[in-house]
């Protein structure tokens, strides 16, 4: 089977210590066999074995006897008593397993009937047959296992849109498997902590790439009727067809004249007596084995028709019972609530990922496309799930800020927004007297945008500077948790709240500092991007905060101080999410 899945691209990973093999959804096969023929003859076949291989290890023995058995009984008669027997053994087998898979279907038909199907038997076959699945995972560890997870949904992406053609009924498609599918005790029971893979509810069952909204639900007004249907009614013409074949041979036994009055002895004759049976009129002269024959036709028609509808009641229940648990089930965790983070540069982006790396043991960051931009998924934490953003500098420019901001809250819904990176600070202990150190953290609690200013000429000739526009807040929601957070704190870092300005000027000169302190007194740090953020969150009615460290004090800038700065503010943005549990009920 690991042979076959390497041929046919299902096997993921080649290492001995993980590695990955994929299913294809069962109502795909002939779509997936298709696809398959341009493979090497070795794998075709081996395919059709494996394929074969459920019928035959309950029937092989028989055909094997059947084979021995037929050269065997024309050598003699002994040889034919000997052959017989050699039959009929290879016959136990294959009787064995008819006779369990009677009584088990007899079994579990009465207690769907009775109950109704379970959540586990809906979702396993709702898997089976429309989407991907893993039948089997070997991984050595839990964060080896949520990488094969995600390598192995990559895989089954990329063979859809490769081999199977387009299908509504399909949509992208899912990844899921049981927990019984992995192999390694340590990674099974970790399966609920991993970022990539989300716990069915009710069921053993976990799917893969649902968190990040990575696929596109299939059309359920497109699902294909049920085949067994079809298959019931062949069964009937043709069960009707040749009981009014035997039925003819039967009378025309008893009656070679031509004259045969009411007699059914022509098949058309016979197959008109046999369906009056079916509305209970049992006409016109006929030889007891016809009769029995009729009766037998009645019965098996009854059964028949009893079944497919039994069939399309199933159908309607379990298709009713799909929308309620699979729709629902897989909306309510693609709505984990959401907190974007947003950054500027390449620091500010590592620090926020490590610091979320470290809080999520076998995380692993993945990078999709989000419209036009790229984001970063750092998967579930607080109960919501963490999407990754970095802009270009300032408020000006086709990937500043706005755009940015406005793309992430557009596309992803967040319950709120974080800014965080590196600013300068205005409370410099050096420098102002104040008490602030590198790498200190600033949070907002408002917004000045120090570009909005009016700036005239007083009577005396002096220049005279007003600044103008509105100072927006942060969420109150948000400021509060941040001030608890600040309770029991390891110091340093420091957290100093107050008002941040906003500007598009990179600053590093001391006059212009003197001059924003003299007319911002209150202001406790500055930077660039948080104006075109609040711009964009207040169009979409988006909670915010700023949570930035300090990297400098806007004068003699260097950048080595940056990573600390970075560092601090992305740890207490985690923190702060750990505190708040977005995705608790109620929030």
Known sequence: MIYLAAGEGRLVGRSADAFVVIEPPIARKTEWARAMKCLPLRVRLLSRVARAWEYFLPWGSLLIAVIIGVPMALAGRGWALIATALILCGMVPGIADLLVGVVRTTWSLGTWLRTGPSDAEIIGAEM???????????????????????????????????????????????????????????????????????????????????????????????????????????????????????????????????????????????????????????????????????????????????????????????????????????????????????????????????????????????????????????????????????????????????????????????????????????????????????????????????????VTTLADGSRHEIGRGPRPEPASGLLSHARALTRGRPKPPEVHFGPVLSSNTLLNNREERERLCAHHEEAVGGEMELAGLHAVAAEAKCDWILIKGISDWGVQKADGDQPLAARNAAEFVADLIAQIQPGEPGD
């Open 128 to 454: 089976r047959g429309y989407h991907w699945t893993i039948n089997l995972l070997h991984a050595t560890e839990p964060a080896a296992a949520d990488r094969m997870a995600v390598e192995a949904f990559e895989r089954s992406a990329a063979l859809t849109a490769g081999l199977l053609p387009a299908d509504a009924a399909f949509g992208s498609g899912l990844l899921a498997f049981r927990a019984a599918h992995v192999t390694d005790p340590q990674a099974r029971n970790a399966l609920g902590t991993l970022e990539s893979v989300t716990p069915y509810e009710g069921t053993d069952w976990f799917l893969v790439g649902v968190r990040g909204r990575w696929q596109r639900p299939p059309d359920r007004a497109a699902v294909r009727p049920l085949g067994g249907l079809r298959l019931m009614v062949v069964a009937t013409v043709m069960c009707l067809a040749a009981t009014a074949q035997v039925v003819a041979l039967q009378e025309r036994g008893v009656c070679p004249d031509t004259d045969c009055g009411d007699r059914p002895v022509t098949f058309q004759r016979a197959l008109i007596w046999t369906l009056e049976h079916l509305v209970f009129r049992f006409q016109g002269p006929a030889t007891w084995q016809s009769q029995v024959l009729g009766g037998l036709a009645l019965v098996a028609t009854f059964v028949m028709a009893r079944s497919a509808v039994a069939a399309v009641s199933q159908r309607v229940r379990y298709q009713q019972a799909r929308r309620k648990l699979m729709e629902n089930n897989i909306a309510r965790m693609a709505a984990e609530p959401t907190v974007a983070i947003l950054v500027v540069n390449e620091i500010e982006r590592d620090a926020v990922v490590e610091a979320f790396c470290s809080r999520s043991p076998g995380l692993v960051p993945k990078t999709v496309s989000l419209g036009k931009h790229a984001v970063h998924l750092l998967g579930s934490f607080g109960g919501a799930r963490i999407v990754l953003a970095q802009s270009e500098q300032a408020t000006i420019g086709a990937g500043a800020m706005p755009r940015t901001a406005d793309n992430l809250i557009n596309k992803v819904k967040p319950t709120f927004v974080v800014l965080t990176g590196v600013c300068y600070g205005l409370k410099s202990r050096e420098i102002d007297g104040g008490t602030q150190e590198i790498g200190d953290i600033v949070v907002s609690t408002q917004m000045h945008a120090a570009d909005h200013r009016k």
